[in-house]
């Protein structure tokens, strides 16, 4: 059985089986683009690169709609054969602009808090890891795995790349929870059965039914469960 939603961003979960019958989740992943970083300018640097290389005619906006999927099934949605030789150009063109690239504000004290308190971290994105690697260093945190495309498995919407990370840490669906900020984020958690929190300062809006929306990163915190001593133990955070 798939947990239950969690409750609105106006609300607390306890986190204590005294207080709402059941464990909370152990193990918090994440996307990255629009929740852990803001690559928005990257993203929109390189699909200029691309229009001016390809000829492409596809406005960003078009590109933008279809975030939080593999490149190569974006491509076949907005009818674009060329994909490999785009993704080249996209991808060279986004290691050059990758200095526009800003990580949300509060979410390495929020991460690192989470940390503290015992939970796991992760990251399931759909940017390949060369560029993906190097965005996540910046903020310091322990990702204790990072899932990208590539290797067996299907791309999100899938359920995929979300059950491979946690067999890499050899944790139940039951006690996992996703971040993203796009309805394929949301899909995905679905059909992984795993709860599921929207990143209201994120690129996409939430699907019905409505889940749990944090409209901040420090929303997280008590949407998890963790107790305001918990958040506060890291020195110099903003919580």
Not at 34 to 54: F, I, K, N, S, Y
Request: charged fraction near 20%; glycine fraction near 12%.
């Amino acid at each position: 059985m798939p947990p239950q939603p969690l409750p609105s961003a106006s609300s607390r979960i306890t986190g204590s089986k005294a207080d709402c019958g059941f464990e909370a989740p152990s193990v918090l992943l994440l996307d990255l683009d629009g929740v852990l970083v803001d690559t928005l300018p990257v993203m929109e640097r390189a699909w200029h690169a691309v229009q001016e290389a390809h000829g492409v005619a596809m406005p960003f906006e078009a590109y933008q709609q279809q975030l939080g999927r593999p490149f190569e099934d974006i491509m076949g949605r907005l009818g674009l054969a060329n994909g490999e030789e785009i993704h080249r150009t996209y991808a060279a063109a986004s290691v050059a602009a990758s200095y526009l690239a800003q990580d949300v504000d509060g979410i390495a004290d929020v991460l690192l808090s989470i940390a503290t308190a015992g939970w796991l971290l992760g990251v399931v994105t759909s940017k390949p890891l060369p560029r993906a690697t190097p965005l996540l260093a910046r903020l310091g945190c322990p990702f204790a795995t990072i899932r990208g495309p590539g290797g067996p498995g299907r791309g999100k919407p899938a359920p995929d790349p979300i059950l491979r990370a946690l067999i890499d840490l050899g944790t139940d669906p039951a006690d996992a929870t996703y971040v993203g900020d796009m309805a394929v984020d949301q899909e995905a958690a679905r059909r992984a059965g795993v709860s599921y929190i929207h990143a209201g300062w994120g690129y996409g809006r939430p699907i019905g039914p409505s889940p749990a929306v944090a409209e901040s990163p420090r929303d997280l915190v008590h949407l998890l469960g963790l107790s305001t001593p918990q958040a506060t133990s890291i020195e110099g955070g903003l919580l």
